[in-house]
């Protein structure tokens, strides 16, 4: 068997297994406290095929977009923002790679730079439902609660009833309280 065949195959599964995590946690805010750091061996050994990959075929975003993938799952950052951003210079307008760059920026605490690539996204297409509900999340670390709520209604009204929002309306309640009582979000 060539190999070639076959690190294709480990990075497709790779790509499924992690596109298919991501969006089963798509309404959850994205934290340090709930990321893991690379275990061992076995995504080590899929972070380096894929690197491989990638060094092989510079015009490949697959590759990027998986390694930017793997390495946020496991609080690797700057590293998948790194991954993030040559995959978007292959191919700018891949909102869900840009919202993605901006999520890793978020949990590097660059919340003003996260901001900037959610608000690309919006450009390019503003019913993206995660470049919304990470947008809210990053005008909230910026210290723009008011702007986040109308974002966030914004966002519930557009998708009503969505199973992976179904939190954030009591959240944004909570921030509405807050601020009527003179406190801040609980």
């Not at 990638?54 to 690797?76: I, P, S, T, W, Y």
């Not at 723009?144 to 209604?153: H, L, Y």
């Amino acid at each position: 068997m060539k190999r070639e065949p076959m690190v294709f195959a480990v990075a497709g599964m790779i790509f499924g297994f992690v596109l298919g995590y991501m969006a089963a946690g798509l309404g959850h805010a994205p934290t340090s406290e709930s990321r893991t750091r690379l275990p061992a061996a076995a995504d080590a050994d899929e972070v380096r095929t894929l690197e491989s990959l990638a060094a092989r075929d510079k015009q490949n975003v697959q590759a990027r977009v998986e390694l930017g993938h793997l390495l946020m799952e496991h609080a690797q950052y700057e590293a998948a923002a790194r991954w993030y951003r040559e995959a978007l210079g292959l191919k700018p307008a891949d909102n869900d790679v840009r919202v993605d760059l901006g999520a890793s920026l978020l949990n590097l605490g660059r919340a003003p730079d996260a901001l900037a690539e959610f608000d690309q996204a919006l450009k390019n297409d503003p019913g993206h439902k995660q470049a919304l509900y990470n947008k809210g999340l990053a005008l909230m670390r910026t210290g723009r609660e008011p702007e986040a709520v109308v974002v966030w209604d914004g966002l519930l009204k557009r998708y009503p009833g969505d199973p992976q929002l179904q939190g954030l309306k009591d959240q944004v309640e909570r921030i509405r309280a807050g601020r009527n009582t003179g406190g801040g979000p609980s």
